[in-house]
């Protein structure tokens, strides 16, 4: 997605070569107008395949996530990393580790909003390791949903993440790929 390659060159700036800064855009300031149009990519991928769900995790997924099922006109679940007093007890948890926190943390959907009849599109905003999309997987397994795919707006490519889905046979897709952060330089797939 040319538009947001475009973006990340302008508004990102690397922070190791493993970490790109991307706050001004879509971790901390929200750019909603550039996220629409990623939600509208998004859709356009995977409205064929007729999801009846988004499920992301709180909180850099959610925005993104809204403006995915709006375009699809489906609901959106955000899954939790703690668990909130009005969450029943029939709860999913997959416990994850977080590659830029250095922690292990829960996440957490309810289970009455993911049954056996659904169709889940799962989103995430940046991709390393995949342990947070992985942690995601397992929950849509055990509801017993299907899972359509995988929708990843930045993927670095040096890392295992992405590749590590697409080898289980899920469909995966991103929006941009980086394939280098090297000596400060952002350097995206073709
Ligand atoms: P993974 O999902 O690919 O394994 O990544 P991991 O769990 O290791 O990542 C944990 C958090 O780090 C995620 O945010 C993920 O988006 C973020 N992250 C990974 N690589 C980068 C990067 O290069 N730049 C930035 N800005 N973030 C990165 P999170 O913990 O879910 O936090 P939140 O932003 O959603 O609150
Ligand atoms: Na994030
Ligand atoms: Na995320």
Known sequence: ???????????????SDQVVKLDAILNHQV??????????????????SSPTKVLTVESSGIPLSFAVASELGVPFIFARRKKSVTMGEDTYCERVPSFTKGIVTD????????TANDRILIIDDIIANGDAARGLIRIVERSGAELVGVGIAVEKAFQAGGRAIREQGIRT?????ITSLDQGNIVFAE
Do not use: W
Not at 107 to 114: D, F, G, R, T
Not at 173 to 177: D, P
């Open 107 to 114: 996440i957490m959907v309810s289970s009455q909003y993911i």
């Open 1 to 15: 997605m040319e538009l947001l390659k475009q973006r990340i060159l302008e508004a990102g700036s690397v922070v």
């Open 31 to 48: 750019d909603p107008a550039l996220i629409k149009e990623m939600g509208r990519e998004f859709a356009r991928r995977f409205v064929e």
């Open 173 to 177: 897709e991103s929006l941009v790929t």
